[in-house]
């Protein structure tokens, strides 16, 4: 056993010192070799020593992907002033077929969002004088938004921007590789989606178990610090 000394007094100990086992360099980098796989899906999984590798692989390239979208789309945000997620909106409102106008409800839809953040980003949007609200003569409940006359010469200014940007971003695609990979990416919205949501539950699980043990006085502030967490504003998808 290798003894280290502790420069500090350790409550509960009467010993300056912890004894701390050593620890083998070789095991320890056998047993990192010897890590299970992190997917069981047999589809997922491959012959060899490393059965996860080309799955693994897959994800840090697809964060990468993600990533590099994000900053794209963070550009052109810019240019129009706005942030990535109400751009995103601007485009859907721009490029939508509807004469009179898009509900804030196909909106939410098209961008695998709630109805109530759209809302939010939107009046932010029609005092930037991007956006146009009207009443939905179908739903007087509703509202129909559409671009302004201000919003349409900016996304047309836009366009030469976008084109680039879209352009060389998908420059390696065939039409087959744009069409299979839509698909892929399309069918797993949803499944995404479900995951994130059952991880939020068992986050605030095991922030309800965390605070029973907590003496009375701690419980304060774990519930402060929960409820700064379900304020926080829904993200938005690229």
Request: net charge positive.
């Amino acid at each position: 056993m290798q003894t280290l000394p502790v420069t500090e007094p350790v409550a509960g100990l009467r010993s300056p010192c912890v004894e701390w086992p050593a620890v083998d360099v070789r095991k320890s980098a056998e047993a990192a070799v010897a890590l299970p796989a992190t997917v069981s899906l047999s589809a997922l999984l491959e012959k060899g020593e490393e059965p996860d590798g080309t799955f693994r692989q897959l994800l840090y390239d697809i964060s990468v992907v993600a990533a590099h979208l994000e900053s794209a789309r963070q550009y052109l945000a810019g240019r129009l002033g706005v942030s990535s997620p109400q751009y995103n909106i601007v485009m859907v409102v721009a490029h939508s077929h509807a004469k009179s106008g898009i509900s804030v409800g196909e909106v939410a839809m098209t961008l695998n969002v709630s109805g109530a953040f759209v809302t939010n980003e939107v009046k932010k949007l029609v005092k930037a004088q991007l956006i146009l609200k009207k009443r939905n003569p179908d739903d007087r409940r509703g509202v129909l938004l559409s671009l302004s006359p201000f919003g349409y010469e900016k996304v047309l200014a836009l366009e030469p921007e976008l084109l680039m940007v879209n352009d060389h971003l998908f420059a390696q695609l065939s039409r087959a590789d744009f069409r299979h990979l839509a698909r892929i990416v399309g069918s797993l919205i949803g499944v995404f989606g479900q995951t994130v949501a059952a991880l939020k539950v068992m986050s605030t699980m095991a922030d309800t178990q965390r605070l029973a043990f907590l003496p009375s006085g701690g419980r304060g502030q774990g519930r402060a610090k929960a409820g700064r967490r379900r304020t926080a504003k829904e993200p938005v998808g690229s």
